[in-house]
């Protein structure tokens, strides 16, 4: 698995603000897109294109676009999609897919509620929005989802992920044959005895949709 963590004073920043439990819902959730289109950046760094040709006002040339079959985002539901819209402003053809997962507080096990992903990933480049990687659980039950529709390369863009989380996820797709790819904003420092990531932010959701 190929691990990104972000090293840029801007990112640095933001985060840091981010953190703060000062910070309200609407600045967070604004954070959060910021955030998600500069990690977006690293991220789509090796999404496929093709050639196409073009005239300038000056001579015709040759460019790319992104390619056919176009890439799959998917957020998870409910912090994920707090970070759909920093996502499509780079991407904005992608195609998008939906996954629901809850994390159980005591067992820390991930079940899933809602299932929207398209029926085929065949070829397919995937992107998972998850902006906390802690246990690992609910990404590695995400990623397993596209692997079973054929997603034949997938990257995780997170804000915030906990050694834990990452060892999880190399674990569990060592051997899938699928490249895995993670784009982080900081590597913290661990998770807490309720599973949350330390310094980390707190409940991602909770502070997005103005429930703390
Ligand atoms: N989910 C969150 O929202 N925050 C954490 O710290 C861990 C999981």
Do not use: W
Not at 19 to 34: A, G
């Amino acid at each position: 698995m190929k691990v990104h963590v972000a090293n840029h004073p801007l990112i640095s920043h933001k985060l840091t603000v981010l953190r703060d439990e000062k910070t309200d819902s609407p600045t967070f959730r604004h954070l959060v897109e910021e955030l998600v289109t500069l990690l977006a950046y690293e991220a789509t760094r090796e999404v496929r294109v093709e050639k196409v040709e073009i005239v300038t006002p000056v001579q015709p040339t040759t460019g790319v676009k992104l390619a056919h079959p176009r890439p799959v985002v998917v957020p998870i539901l409910r912090a994920g999609l707090g970070m759909l819209e920093g996502m499509s402003r780079l991407i904005p053809t992608a195609e998008i897919g939906f996954l629901g997962m809850v994390r159980d507080e005591k067992t820390l096990k991930a079940s899933t509620y809602a299932n929207r992903l398209p029926e085929d990933l065949s070829g397919r480049q995937c992107f998972v929005l998850d902006p906390m990687l802690a246990t690992g659980g609910t990404l590695v039950a995400a990623i397993n989802f596209l692997i079973e529709r054929g997603a034949t390369e997938i990257t995780a863009i997170c804000i915030l992920s906990a050694p834990e989380g990452i060892a999880m996820l190399e674990e569990a797709f060592k051997d899938s044959g699928v490249p895995i790819n993670l784009v982080t904003g900081a590597l913290d420092e661990r998770l807490n005895e309720h599973g949350y990531i330390v310094p980390g932010l707190g409940d991602a959701g909770d502070r997005l949709y103005g429930v703390v």
